[in-house]
Antibody, heavy 125, light 109 residues
Framework: QVQLVESGGGAVQPGRSLRLSCAASGFTFRNYGMHWVRQAPGKGLEWVAIISSDGSSRDHTDTVRGRFTISRDNSRNTLYLQINSLRAEDTAVYYC??????????????????WGQGTTVIVSS | EIVLTQSPGTLSLSPGERATLSCRASQSVSSTCLVWYQQQPGQAPRLLIYGASTRATGIPDRFSGSGSGTDFTLTISRLEPEDFAVYYCQQFESSPPGTFGGGTKVEIK
């Protein structure tokens, strides 16, 4: 079945780095744009980053730009999020999600239709 | 950057009642770019509505979405026990593509 499985989270000290992974299965990974979304404890969803299906285009939210880098390896069906210079405010559950784009009646429709279960990052000294 | 403001923050209702959730955008959002999700405690979000009004696969018809421009609404016609959750709207209109509203919690009264 269609599935996304995140890994790589853990407890780390401020200033350190982590690389999160998201393994995709059950669909043609190279055909889809992918996103990272995070959720701090007790807070709402925060969009983090997007990468195009072929990896040629990417964007990050302002609060992480320069520290986080989204990437993908289509030969391994895997999405990544490199997180550097970790801060306490990066503590969150990190979800990867598939972007579904449909062309219907002359318009593009967008949604995140498949989500992983999340991986938890805790930044603490 | 488009900011999405959801209201109310919390909605206290009883099973069987109607829930009306609002999502207001700081700039106009194309209907095709407005999405609603449901999140249960400890779970990943689940796609409910895309294109402002189209139910995703498997979503019961008690869920409906409407609106255009800057004002969008998610309505749950008759609340079932499993509908008590947090609901988020999201826009894909402009960069950054994918910003979320702050969420509305629907709790049991």
């Amino acid at each position: 079945q269609v599935q996304l499985v995140e890994s790589g989270g853990g407890a780390v000290q401020p200033g350190r780095s982590l690389r999160l992974s998201c393994a995709a299965s059950g669909f043609t990974f190279r055909n889809y744009g992918m996103h990272w979304v995070r959720q701090a404890p007790g807070k709402g969803l925060e969009w983090v980053a997007i990468i195009s299906s072929d990896g040629s285009s990417r964007d990050h939210t302002d609060t992480v730009r320069g520290r986080f880098t989204i990437s993908r390896d289509n030969s391994r069906n895997t999405l990544y999020l490199q997180i550097n210079s970790l801060r306490a405010e990066d503590t969150a559950v990190y979800y990867c999600a598939r972007e579904e784009v449909q062309w219907l009646a002359g318009y593009y429709y967008y949604a995140l239709d498949v989500w992983g279960q999340g991986t938890t990052v805790i930044v603490s000294s | 950057e488009i900011v999405l403001t959801q209201s109310p923050g919390t909605l206290s209702l009883s099973p069987g009642e109607r829930a009306t959730l609002s999502c207001r955008a700081s700039q106009s959002v194309s209907s095709t770019c407005l999405v609603w999700y449901q999140q249960q405690p400890g779970q990943a979000p689940r796609l409910l509505i895309y294109g402002a009004s189209t139910r995703a696969t498997g979503i019961p018809d008690r869920f409906s979405g409407s609106g255009s421009g800057t004002d969008f609404t998610l309505t749950i016609s008759r609340l079932e026990p499993e509908d008590f959750a947090v609901y988020y709207c999201q826009q894909f209109e402009s960069s950054p593509p994918g910003t979320f509203g702050g969420g509305t919690k629907v709790e049991i009264k």
